[in-house]
């Protein structure tokens, strides 16, 4: 057995209802060594690191600590054996001090002393090169300041196998430059640490070795220093699968929506989008690629009127002589010239369905404007809720039954198809099949091409390189709010797609980054 | 001493005796707050604990004509907290394991403990020949016993401002500074904040929430129920009042915990601000009935003000806990 390992998984398996996240996952963490995991999202990353902290438990499987087999049964539980993970969303109470946070629910039998934790907070820091003040405050932090926080609080606690999930999400240049150089400090410590990236130049740049996930199953643990990105995108993208979606060639295309160098700012003055410029056609699918969180919901919402644009423009033309620009427009003007928009983010119900409202309702949140009458027409919306329960083969007791409870799959064709209902001239969709079984993704596949064949432009945002490649006419790959290049999908390949995403070949982008 | 001196002197102590049933209520609401739970039922638990205080020390003095007066007090104490903790549990149990509503909650306990204490005090106003008929003599004096060779029984003399009040003001008061104490000095304290903050930090950190909130709740609520005995004991002298006061400064409590931006040593002051405030129509002249409720309003609009300061200053300090009437769920994100 080898005795330098710290942590080893060995077939692990983990499924939620009928989707499996991790199947038959073998991993493997030296002692002192920086261990990237790489895949795309949704390949079961953040999954697995989370059996290893306790917050989910293996279906089957095994995982060893030290070559001794262990039960991660919680949180604690991964304390007691030294692994603390880093999430990306923090778990800090806003009004207490680091120092509070730091020693928040730990007892050791000692006196309550925030003094003396202090000061081993700021030894803590010195020792790995963090800059620190124990008595800030946490709403009055940044981002990188907060991390700083976390990985202190998980070393306090005696952690010995640290779990960075995308800790460079949202860093800055200098300040990832500034993580990875405590990164390095740590490792010469001896700590073990595994970094979730799908950043390939960071990959290439903190790492001793990689493990490769795609779609749940393990692929390869290779040598930094004996691969290249080109090879790890490969792993990382897979050989490409041959779907059969109908692809009709776009007919009489002509520029539905023009965007020009758009960018937008959110509430903590960073840059979401950066001068993104492209035009969608009618009669044709664009699918925007890129990793979770490069600028996909903000570009949809800042077309839809829901996200403030800083500068550039937007200009929807119904056809070449009528042009009109959206920017400043409120939600309902832009809707109503038939751009519509739905997207189904991580809690599906967020945006677009009333949970406790059922079918009906839901048709009449977009319908009642329409009424003359003092009185609510229910009719219409009724049949339409019909319509959709029969074509897109809704599993519901009833068109009344409050949607909340429908499975998520059926609750997304709820929201595509009303959305479709609408007859759009730009229908935008984002993750519109995410977690959805095979028919009834390509249900909706065939709605979307119906509605391309009808003159519609669609935006199809998605997370499945081969389905995009599949059903759209031309890809624009974002990352990090830039557009890193815009693809015929006829004729591209998942490598190059792979590679826009982690903006390997743009040499340019990485200044302004 | 001037005349005007004396009527400050007299208002300031009127105004201590109510501030003192309103600190009570107020701090038992803030522990409870800071766990999360917005607790509406404060004037409901105060009477529970006036009438459970009072019913315990009635039974105890009616059966024994020779009242020991320190077993009179510990009865009325202990069954003044225990009736009200129950209040507190029942409001527990509703909002953290049934995850009822807590505003709803709340009201439905005021309501609640309005009728069950009137009902018990009219009972026992019924058992000893009529209203106004109860007495408890022995409880009553042993609560109001002051430091009289500081104090004397002359109302005009200021050391009698400060000194003449029953011993449960004191106690009031260094509740409220043992409360700052445990809530900023102390891992239990630093524990009870995070729950209200952020309960799913909290968790994560190892914290059991639910424990912490059910402690926090029947403690909290034991705490405003001494304000209940206070008023029945030391204000009214030990008998039963059904004229509402109880409630009227039960929902000054709660008012006073948002004046005071959750802070327990703010809630000294504030209480005696808002006695003071209560009372203040007695000593305006010319003030006839409809205008002097105008005067009683003065505590809410100190609260108003207090409000409209602290959200234009937008200090997270004094913002209340983040996760103030929310449920927690562990499984839902």
Known sequence: MDTNLAVEMRKVTKTFGSVVANENVDMQLRKGEILSLLGENGSGKTTLMNMLSGIYFPDSGQILID?????????????????????????????FTATENIVLGLEDNKKFDLEAASKKVLEIAEKYGFQINPKQKIYEMSVSQKQTVEIIKTLYRGAQILILDEPTAVLTPQETEKLFAVMKKMRADGKSIIIITHKLNEVMEISDRVAVLRKGQYIATVNTSETNPQ??????????????????????????????????????GVKRLDNVSFTAYSGEILGIAGVAGSGQRELLEAVAGLYPVKSGTIVYSSDYKNSKSLVGLDPLSIRKMGVTMSFVPEDRLGMGLVGTMGMTGNMMIRSWRKGKSFFLDRKSP????????????????????????????????????????????????????????????????????????????????????????????????????????????????????????????????KENE | MSEAMVQILTLFHSGVVYGVIILFG??????????????????????LGGISGLMASFFYENNNPDANTAISIILAIVFAFIGSALG?????????????????????????????????????????GGVGQISVATASNGFRAYISAIAGNDTK???????????????????????????????????????????????????????????????????????????TMDYIKGTWANDGTIEALGWLAVALVIFTTWKPLNAIWGAILFGICYWSYLYIPGLDRSSSEIFKMLPYLFTLAVLIVVSLRKKRETQPPAHLGLPYFREER
């Open chain 1, 67 to 95: 070559g001794k087999p262990v039960t991660i049964a919680s949180p604690k539980d991964a304390f007691k054996f030294g692994i603390g993970m880093i999430h990306q969303h923090f778990k800090l109470i806003d009004v």
């Open chain 1, 231 to 268: 090879a790890l995108t490969d792993m990382m993208v897979g050989r490409a699968t041959v779907l059969d979606i109908n692809r009709p060639e776009p007919v009489n295309p002509e520029p539905r929506l023009v965007v020009e160098n758009l960018t937008c700012v959110d509430e903590e």
């Open chain 1, 382 to 509: 009724d049949k339409l809720a019909q319509k959709i329960k029969e074509e897109l083969e809704v599993v519901t007791p009833d068109v009344n039954y409050p949607v909340r409870r429908l499975s998520g799959g059926n609750v997304q064709k709820v929201l595509v198809g009303r959305e479709i209902a609408a007859a759009p001239s730009v229908l935008m969709t984002a993750y519109a099949v995410r977690g959805l079984d095979i028919n009834t993704s390509y249900t909706i596949y065939n709605l979307l091409t119906a509605q391309k064949e009808k003159g519609v432009a669609v935006v199809y945002v998605g997370e499945d390189l081969d389905v995009i490649l599949a059903l759209c006419d031309r890809v624009m790959v974002l990352c990090g709010g830039q557009v890193s290049g815009i693809v015929d999908a006829r004729t591209t390949t998942k490598e190059e797609i792979g590679l826009l995403m982690t903006q390997f070949r743009r040499e340019g982008a």
């Open chain 2, 26 to 47: 107020a701090l038992g609401e803030i522990i409870t707050e800071k766990t999360g739970h917005l607790n509406l039922g404060v004037p409901g638990i105060m009477y």
């Open chain 2, 88 to 128: 507190g549990l029942i409001y527990a149990f509703l909002t953290i394991s049934l995850r009822a509503n807590q505003n709803v909650t709340g009201l439905a306990l005021t309501i609640f403990g309005s009728g069950f204490a009137n009902f018990f005090g009219g009972m026992l106003n019924s058992m000893s």
């Open chain 2, 157 to 231: 003399d200021p050391l009698y401002a400060i000194f003449g009040y029953g011993w449960l003001a004191y106690v009031a008061i260094a509740l409220a500074v043992i409360l700052y104490f445990v809530l900023n000095k102390t891992r239990v304290g630093l524990s009870l904040r995070a729950v209200g903050e952020d309960p799913a930090t909290a968790d994560a950190a190892g914290i059991n929430v639910t424990k912490y909130k059910y402690f926090g709740i029947c403690i909290g609520a034991g705490i405003s129920g001494m304000g209940g005995l206070y008023y």
